[in-house]
């Protein structure tokens, strides 16, 4: 769904959509790392 709704968009708007999905998804990222070490600390204590 949200693929063909990108076909639909012009160039520019596709790229600033990829980078807006990059962004997001090391922000994503970072959220999973941190709540993985403080689960991790909680563990091991």
Do not use: E, H, R
């Not at 949200?2 to 968009?9: E, G, V």
């Not at 999905?21 to 991790?40: K, P, R």
């Amino acid at each position: 769904m949200k693929y063909t709704t990108l076909l639909i968009l012009n160039q520019k708007d596709i790229s600033l959509m990829v980078k807006l999905d990059v962004s997001a998804i090391l922000i994503a990222v970072q959220v999973c790392n941190i709540l993985s070490t403080i689960i991790g600390n909680f563990v091991y204590q």
